[in-house]
């Protein structure tokens, strides 16, 4: 790999990232000692600059940073190395340096989940999500076998609104009813990796 260190340094920087959740962890800096240590045990090694010598992230703590990949940027002067962290990154004993619990996301589905959450805490009865999530489990699964019949019937029609339309209440309708039986996204998406 081409590496461009800096001449005055001889450090390049190193942007840590969970391979799994895509959450950036921290940001280090190797020299070349630091990456041919990294490469050869397959746990990220980097050079302290307030120490001036090599440490490998959790050689205190516990909490390594297991190597997956390293990828060089552009410009060959910045690594993007992809880790399975054991346990927090941060000194500070949180999940990223910048305080942020490093969990899988779905970017608005998400959100979207956040919002569902929120409504059926919430006191509001008139919101659509309360007062189906009041109705019961049994109303909540009713509602999705009907989305889901009505996204195959949208299937076989060439409207591709109405298919889009009818995916998108069936999907909505599904986040409501994981929900109501406890899980989240994260739960289907992690059967389905076992899967592959």
Same mark, same amino acid.
């Given at each position: 790999?081409?590496?461009? !260190? ?15 959740t ?9 020299n070349?000692? %630091?990456y ?9 090694? !980097?050079?302290?600059?307030s ?19 390293i %990828? ?27 305080g ?7 970017? !608005? ?24 999530? %009041? ?5 909540? %699964? ?29 999907l ?25």
């Amino acid at each position: 790999m081409n590496i461009k !260190f800096n001449e005055k340094s001889g450090l390049v920087p190193a942007i840590i990232q969970d391979v799994n959740t895509k959450n950036v962890l921290m940001l280090g800096y190797m020299n070349l000692e %630091a990456y041919t240590k990294t490469i050869e045990t397959n746990l990220v090694t !980097f050079y302290s600059r307030s120490k001036q010598r090599l440490w490998t992230k959790g050689e205190e703590s516990g909490n390594y940073l297991n190597l997956v990949s390293i %990828a060089n940027d552009c410009d060959n002067d910045s690594l993007l190395i992809k880790v399975n962290p054991k346990g927090p990154t941060c000194h500070k004993g949180t999940d990223t340096c910048w305080g942020e619990v490093n969990e899988q996301t779905f970017g !608005f589905l998400t959100d979207l989940e956040s919002v569902i959450k929120d409504r059926i805490e919430g006191s509001d009865s008139n919101s659509y999500v309360s007062s189906l999530f %009041a109705k019961g489990i049994n109303k909540i %699964a009713q509602k999705v076998g009907e989305e889901a019949v009505e996204v195959v019937i949208e299937a076989k029609d060439s409207n591709d609104d109405l298919f889009l339309n009818e995916s998108a209440d069936l999907l909505f309708h599904y986040l409501i009813l994981l929900q109501a039986k406890g899980y989240k996204l994260a739960d289907i998406v992690n059967v389905l990796k076992l899967r592959s």
